[in-house]
């Protein structure tokens, strides 16, 4: 009860964090988020060339601001989270500033790799550590900014833990699918079958029961200068079939 309880104010549940809280005893608060009232504010988000942001941040006695270099939109948010901690233990914010343009996603969350296969060369985002509806939604914005004049191709293994939403969660998605301007769409799993059932034609890559099949249709597919986001809850094991092209 004398820690302090850092929570995102634009979060549907912050009440029912906050209460919940309280009634653990916490009485030191630091919120982060877009409202001018938060504690660690974000002021604007500059979208640059080479898929950078520059974000502003207003932190209690001074304003900072800092690039965030090749990440997904929601960096911006965790970007806030992190202020957030190193303010409430008194570390140097501007050292923060400086060293956060160096930071790469890591391997399953997000990680660019280059590839060289049969010949050809792509890049794979690896963002098959897990997935769930606001994730894939914001991975599939990156692949649209990063991959913007290439063909885009999305491998999509189901979300987990969604209960009696899973159907209506994975369907919701090929909205996103058209709004990213996504090439192919190539699919394992049972809910991601009603996804692709779902789609146009235009969009359909493949549906595959297994990893093997699924790898041995990529391959085929798969042309040089091509991005290929793969995406998927823990057990889909799609970093299997990253593995092959590495």
Request: glycine content about 6%; proline content about 1%.
């Amino acid at each position: 009860n004398s820690g302090i309880a850092i929570l995102n104010d634009t979060d549907t549940y912050l009440s029912l964090l906050k209460e919940s809280a309280k009634l653990s005893g916490i009485k030191q608060f630091i919120f982060f988020g877009k409202s001018k009232k938060s504690d660690i504010s974000l002021l604007k988000v500059e979208y640059q060339k080479n898929n950078k942001f520059k974000v502003y941040v207003n932190v209690p006695g001074k304003k900072i601001n800092f690039l965030l270099n090749n990440l997904g939109t929601h960096w911006i948010e965790n970007s806030l989270a992190i202020i957030s901690v190193l303010f409430a233990m008194g570390q140097d914010i501007q050292l923060f500033s400086e060293k956060i343009k160096h930071f790469q996603a890591i391997k399953g969350r997000g990680k660019l790799l280059k590839a060289t296969f049969d010949k050809k060369k792509f890049e794979i985002i690896d963002d098959s550590y897990n997935s769930s509806p606001e994730s894939l939604s914001s991975s599939m914005s990156f692949l649209h900014r990063y991959g913007v004049t290439r063909r885009k191709i999305c491998v999509l293994g189901d979300m987990y833990e969604l209960g009696k939403f899973s159907r209506k969660f994975h369907l919701s998605l090929k909205k996103d699918i058209k709004d990213n301007k996504i090439f192919k769409v190539y699919t394992i799993g049972k809910q991601m079958k009603n996804l692709y059932n779902s789609l146009p034609v235009i969009f359909k890559g493949g549906h595959f029961e297994n990893l093997e099949e699924l790898f041995l249709k990529l391959k085929e597919s798969i042309k040089s200068n091509d991005v290929i986001l793969f995406k998927g809850s823990r057990a889909m094991e799609l970093d299997k079939i990253i593995d092959k092209f590495k």
